[in-house]
Structures are given as C-alpha cells and as structure tokens.
C-alpha cells in the first residue's frame, strides 16, 4: 500500500492547467519524469528515448542532462500526458514501485550501472523510507544490557550520530561547545557564506528538505536546516551545549572512557562512557597565519569563521589576507561597502562556471518540488548521481602524461576550457588576467563555483589584488615583499582551517596512557577514518582521508560511518565484549592503499600548498577512490578487522 497523501496544494496544481504547464517547463526533467513514473505507475514516462545522457563537460555538467530538445519536448509532453491522466483517474497513486521497477526508474537516471551500486542508490533516494536506519536496537540484541556513548560535537556529524543512536536505543549524551547546532554553519557567519554543493545533495537521506530557496543556499538556510533536524527529531534534549571537551581518558582496567568537559563560568564536567565518538569535524579550528608583526595591528582584526558584526565597514580601508572560499564570498559581498579593498593572494584558485550559485530556486520549481509526491527525492538523487563521481576522471593522475601542470589528457581538457572562462571574465584587465590564472593542475586543490561577482569585484577601482608576498604585518596594514604598506583600518584574515589538526586540541589516552597527537606527530591516520590502533572503542566521524573534495557528499559519508560504527556496537553487544579495536596489520594496509590512491589523484602530486596536505605533506584529508567504494568497505564492519575483548571478571574482594 502506498504512504503518499496528495495534498490539496498537488490538487489545486493539477486543476490549473496554466499553472500546471508552466511547471513542467521548469521542472528538471531528468528527476521529473522517473518522479512520475513513481508517482502513476506510468513507466512509458521512463522510456530510453527519454533517458538523459547526464554528460559531465569539463566544465559544467549539461542542462536538463544533456537531452536533445527532442527529447525535451518529448518528455514534457508525456509528462503533461501522465499527470492529466493522473488527475482524471481521481488522483490515486501507483503502489509502491517493486525491486526490478525501482531499479528501472534508478537506470533511467544512473545508466546501466552494476548492481552493486543499487543499495547505496535506494539509501540516497530514500526509498524505503529512512532507508539508513540501524534496524536493531540495544535491547533486542543484548537484553538488559546498556550501551552509553559520548559524542563530541553537534554539527552535522554529531546531529547523525545522535540520531541513529538513540534510534538503537544506545544512551547517547552530546557535548557541544558552542550554544548551538550546526557546528560550521553556526560558526561561519561571514557575509556571504553559502554552500558550494547543490542543496538536495547537502542533506540527511532521512530527512529530506522540499523547498530549499536557492540552488545553492546561503549559510543562514543551511544553519537553519541542521537546526530544524535537531527539533523534528528531538536531539537538543541530549545535547549539552557550552560543554567543551577537554580530555578523553581509556581506563585499562574498566575499558571504559572518561570525558572531562570545560564550562564557562562552572566546574568542569566529567562522563565515563563505553565508548566515544568524535563529530568535531576538519575544518573547525580557524588558521591564523605566522607572520611577522601580526599582534602589532593597530585596527580591528579577525578570521572569517569568528566574524564580527559589531565593526561597522562602511567607508573603511579592509584588508583581506587569502583568495580560499570564505574570501570568494566576503569579498564580492562586502565590496560595494568599504572605500578600499586590498585582497592579497598567495594562489589563485580555478573558477569553474556555475551561472545559478546564487539564484533563487524558481517559483516553479518551488511548488512542484513542495507539491508533486516523490519530486524533491529524485531532483536530490540526480544531484547525487552526478556528483557521486563528480569530476573525479578530470583528477586522476596519467602516468604516461607528459605536461608542465595538467596531470592527463582530461585534466588538460579541463584545465584549458577552465583558462578560456577565466580570459572570457577578465579579458578585459590583461593586468588582473596575469594574476588569476592558476599555474597547477586543476583539482590540486579547492576550485571556487563563479557566477560573475568575483572577477566583477575585482574590477572594480578601489579594489587591489595584490600577488607580492606579504612580509610583515604593522599597525598601519600590510607590508610586502617589495616594500609597499598596504594601509588599513581593518584587517580580514581569510586563511582556512587547521583541517589536518583531527581532535585538537583534546588530550586523547588510550591503552597504557598512549597519547593520540604524539601517535600522530602531525600526520593523523585512521581506519577507514574511524579507527585508531590503541585506542578502544573510539571512533571517528568525518575523519582523517574522508574529506570530499570533488565528488559526493559529506553528510553521505557521514551516514556511512555512523552505520558502521553502529555495526561495532552491534558487535560488541552480541559477542558480550567490552571493546572493540582496529588491528595495526588492518589499519597500516588500508593506509598504504589510501596513500597510493592520493598518489593517483591530482592533489597527491600537487606542490601547490593546500588544506589537503597536512605539515608533512601528506595528503591526510581527502578520500581518493569513488562513493561506492567507501560505501562497500565502510558500511559493515568486518570482525575480522578488530580484537574484540570481552569485559574484565570482577574479582572477589580480599578477606581482612
């Protein structure tokens, strides 16, 4: 039997047959056409003369898929057809599509992929519903036992795994230093903070958002959303906000963890705990650049990720250090405000064309993704579908490619259809040209979506982008290396995260007091990015090697390994084991085949400094291979993976 209700608002949309064609016009037909099939059983809507050829240009990925404007017309057609018969036959929706037409409608989208792909697939559309959910809980598999765990952190990581652990029944308690969700987004309230992700692409498959206002939405949508996530499934209950953890400590004896919490104003807290989950995320420890004099400015001066709102900038001289993403968006939209404007850029970062980052979602698009039944999932899974590799093939390293940047013959592609879109922006300041074009492979690090008002903002006559190395900082601005003070009243350091400083500045101990940043030495690795050899039931979310930076989506990433670390749980529950712990032999092959899978990739080559190389150069933060393949080794743990060791036998106390 089908869950769907047809509201009146879908109603109201099919009697208005105006109404009704402009919003197939509008709609995406490549998540419009198998969402009717969906929705009325009407399979001819999922025909392969229909199919989308979703082409990923170098640059951009085709409108509407890559469809013919045959096939466009055709499919608005059919889809007119379909919804009109709909309408007629009293608005009843087809049963619940079986396995095999579920697959259909999935091909029509994805192409004749392999079956293994179709689960994580399905997990994506979320079809069944909540298809992520652990399907067990604590009780039913071990009876009378309980399982606490501490989460570190309640930004997007830290809300999942909440979730899916009360959902299995565990005590889970979350401790969170600021006075809110969101984690980065909380943070991050610069202005012009947006994603850079498609929206349906950057939220939870068990919760779904129709109406997202913009294509790519801004910081305070994206913040409200994780928000929102915390009430509907009434996560803030275990939160305990204004907790900064300051201290995990493994007992040997008890094989069981203490936390030990800082906050402001009151004693500090400590939690024991079975286990220990850390969700503070890599890009949360803003990084202020060494450079001489940086103490002595005289004006006011902050990071991006601790802006401040109480320093007005209108008619002021603003300096900002760094052309990385948060500067993309200040710049553009703190431009018009200031009298002058010096951005200082030690790299210049590929722009790739991206028309729609800041336009509105269309009204539309707006009522059929609130309105039409199962629209919003498959607009999200095309979304996913052509990001899940994303532009991966443009990244992978040829070693027979002989080129002074580009690292194959598709990087090259890509690099030069890049360079042609930075002349067409700044063909017209040979000046600025010289300074904007990127001398690395493209992928080597972070590339920028650009819409316009980048290289517009750069144009403009009060504004200087400065490519000398900055020597010193005065209490005037910014001195360079050949000679020039830049003046200032305010100085805007937008200089990224401490990404590969995984868990600091905690004090972690495991077995026999091991400290985890001296195991490090500045070079975090993990097991599939959850596990640590010596450290017993601690585990990871979004952690070393699982940074995403050119293909699929975090949150899914963040959805897998809270599986798994459910899966170990579940391990540890049915063998009536106290801990569960990554085997050294395990965690050193899978980092060896993580480190020759970044070797592969344009980034692992790179000399270009980046947040995805750590200190040592390594890239520590970004996972090389697909989705599927985190999916199929991250999703279900493997026993054999782990020493899993029961609780210690209570011993009898000695007679006096």
Not at 31 to 57: I, N, S, Y
Not at 160 to 177: K, P
């Amino acid at each position: 039997m089908t869950t769907v209700d047809v509201g009146t608002g879908l109603s109201a949309l099919l009697d208005d047959d105006a109404a009704l064609a402009a919003a197939v016009a509008g709609a995406e037909l490549p998540a419009l056409l198998p969402a009717l099939a969906h929705l009325t059983g009407d399979l001819t809507l999922v025909a392969d003369e229909l199919r989308p050829p979703l082409r990923l240009r170098p640059d951009m990925v085709e409108p509407q898929g890559g469809m013919s404007e045959a096939a466009q017309e055709l499919g608005r057609r059919r889809a007119l057809a379909a919804l009109a018969a709909f309408r007629d036959g009293g608005a009843v929706p087809a049963p619940e599509p079986d396995d095999d037409t579920l697959r259909r409608l999935m091909r029509f989208v994805a192409g004749d992929v392999a079956d293994d792909y179709l689960p994580l697939m399905s997990h994506e559309l979320g079809l069944p519903l909540d298809a992520g959910a652990p399907g067990w809980t604590v009780e039913q598999v071990a009876p009378g036992r309980t399982v606490e765990v501490v989460v570190i952190g309640a930004g997007m990581s830290g809300l999942v795994t909440a979730h899916r652990l009360r959902q299995a029944g565990v005590e889970v308690t979350v401790l969170e230093r600021n006075a809110d969700v969101g984690g980065v987004w909380l943070e991050n309230g610069y202005p012009g903070a947006r994603l850079d992700t498609p929206n349906f692409a950057y939220s939870f498959s068990f919760d779904q958002r129709p109406d997202w206002p913009h294509q790519f939405s801004a910081r305070d949508d994206v913040w409200g959303y994780f928000r929102d996530v915390a009430d509907r499934f009434d996560l803030r209950g275990c939160v305990r906000f204004g907790h900064e953890v300051v201290e995990a400590v493994f007992d040997d004896a008890t094989r069981r963890w203490t936390v030990r919490a800082r906050r402001a104003g009151g004693p500090d807290v400590v939690l024991e705990a079975d286990a220990v989950v850390s969700a503070t995320g890599q890009l949360n420890k803003p990084n202020l650049p060494d450079i001489p004099g940086r103490e002595r400015f005289a004006g006011p001066s902050w990071h991006t990720a601790r802006w401040r709102d109480d320093v007005d900038l209108t008619g002021r001289r603003v300096a900002v250090i760094g052309t990385g993403a948060s500067a993309y968006q200040v710049v553009p939209s703190i431009v018009d405000r200031v009298d002058a404007l010096s951005v200082f850029q030690r790299t210049p970062p590929w722009m790739v064309p991206t028309p729609t980052y800041h336009d509105p979602t269309p009204d539309e698009q707006l009522r059929l993704l609130r309105e039409l039944p199962y629209y919003h999932r498959w607009l999200r899974f095309v979304q996913f579908w052509t990001s899940v590799e994303g532009r991966r093939p443009f990244m992978e390293v040829d070693p027979g490619w002989e080129h002074p940047i580009s690292v194959s013959p598709a990087n090259e592609a890509l690099r030069q259809a890049l360079v042609a879109h930075l002349e067409r922006r700044f063909g017209d300041r040979p000046d600025l040209l010289a300074k904007v074009v990127p001398g690395y492979a493209p992928g080597s690090k972070r590339m920028m979506r650009d819409n316009g008002v980048w290289p517009a903002a750069l144009k403009r006559e009060h504004v200087d982008l400065v490519t000398d190395a900055i020597t010193e900082i005065t209490p005037d601005g910014v001195r360079t290396a050949d000679g020039v003070l830049h003046e200032a009243d305010v100085l805007i350091y937008a200089t990224g995260f401490r990404a590969s400083d995984f868990l600091a500045p905690i004090t972690v101990r495991g077995r026999d007091g091991a400290d985890l940043h001296e195991r490090w030495d500045g070079d975090a690795r993990a097991h599939l990015g959850v596990h640590v050899p010596g450290f017993p039931n601690l585990f990871c979310v979004f952690g070393p090697n699982t940074g995403l930076v050119i293909n699929g989506s975090i949150l899914l990433f963040s959805e897998i390994a809270v599986h798994h670390i459910l899966g170990c749980l579940r391990l540890l529950l049915e063998s009536g084991a106290a801990t569960v712990e990554v085997r050294r032999d395990v965690h050193d092959a899978f980092n060896e085949r993580v480190d020759a899978g970044n070797a592969l990739m344009a980034w692992g080559v790179a000399t270009v400094n980046s947040w995805y190389r750590n200190a040592k150069g390594r890239a520590s933060q970004v996972w090389p291979f697909t989705v599927l393949d985190y999916w199929r080794m991250v999703r279900e743990p493997r026993p054999s993976d782990f020493h899993i060791e029961r609780a210690p036998t209570p011993q009898p106390e000695e007679r006096q």
